[in-house]
T-cell receptor
Framework: DGGITQSPKYLFRKEGQNVTLSCEQN?????MYWYRQDPGQGLRLIYY???????QKGDIAEGYSVSREKKESFPLTVTSAQKNPTAFYLC??????????FGPGTRLTVT | QQQVKQSPQSLIVQKGGISIINCAYE??????FPWYQQFPGKGPALLIA?????SEKKEGRFTISFNKSAKQFSLHIMDSQPGDSATYFC????FGGGATNKLIFGTGTLLAVQP
């Protein structure tokens, strides 16, 4: 099956700890994205990557970091510098068309 | 200028009725307008999308109406069913010609279809 996988589905961390969220796609898409979703708000772009070894900040990149060492993988690290990390995190990818496909999401809770 | 304003925030419709969700944008450079459907705890799924060269696009019970001069577009769900109960997001982007498509999302509409 082709698609985007995110793991884990639920993640719990203590405040002050860094945490890495996984995103893998087997769609052979060049571009990948990370969004954050909070209740009552739309999706906000954290980082995006057009090609391997290249990525750009989105609208809310502070407190986050990414890497793109392989075409199929785009992990997101939520650092201790992120002031309000509890949220639903969504990974997406785009190929040559307009359509952006989303993964199932990871719900991160930091206490 | 990068905002997409979506209304209403929530909507209750009787089974068989028409659900209408509206979005407005400012940036006239936007050239791709998708609608996404999201069920609780899941990622959004592309429902239907339109480009500004057409005023309407229909796929089954879902129709996008697009008004370029008013900078508005809307989603109509005909014969709404309880299974349509979900959060709907509009979005807009400037398709860069490559693989990047930075979407600007509306704030979402929670639709409840009552049986």
């Amino acid at each position: 099956d082709g698609g985007i996988t995110q793991s884990p589905k639920y993640l719990f961390r203590k405040e002050g700890q860094n945490v890495t969220l996984s995103c893998e796609q087997n769609l052979n898409h060049d571009a990948m994205y990370w969004y954050r979703q909070d209740p009552g708000q739309g999706l906000r772009l954290i980082y995006y990557s057009q090609i391997v070894n290249d990525f750009q900040k989105g609208d809310i990149a502070e407190g986050y970091s990414v890497s793109r060492e392989k075409k199929e993988s785009f992990p997101l690290t939520v650092t201790s510098a992120q002031k309000n990390p509890t949220a639903f995190y969504l990974c997406a990818s785009t190929g040559g068309s307009d359509e952006q496909y989303f993964g199932p999401g990871t719900r991160l809770t930091v206490t | 200028q990068q905002q997409v304003k979506q209304s209403p925030q929530s909507l209750i419709v009787q089974k068989g009725g028409i659900s209408i969700i509206n979005c407005a944008y400012e940036n006239t450079a936007f050239d791709y307008f998708p609608w996404y459907q999201q069920f609780p705890g899941k990622g959004p799924a592309l429902l239907i999308a339109i480009r500004p060269d057409v005023s309407e696009k229909k796929e089954g019970r879902f129709t996008i109406s697009f008004n370029k001069s008013a900078k508005q577009f809307s989603l109509h769900i005909m014969d709404s069913q309880p299974g349509d109960s979900a959060t709907y997001f509009c979005a807009a982007s400037i398709f860069g010609g490559g693989a990047t498509n930075k979407l600007i999302f509306g704030t979402g509409t929670l639709l409840a279809v009552q049986p």
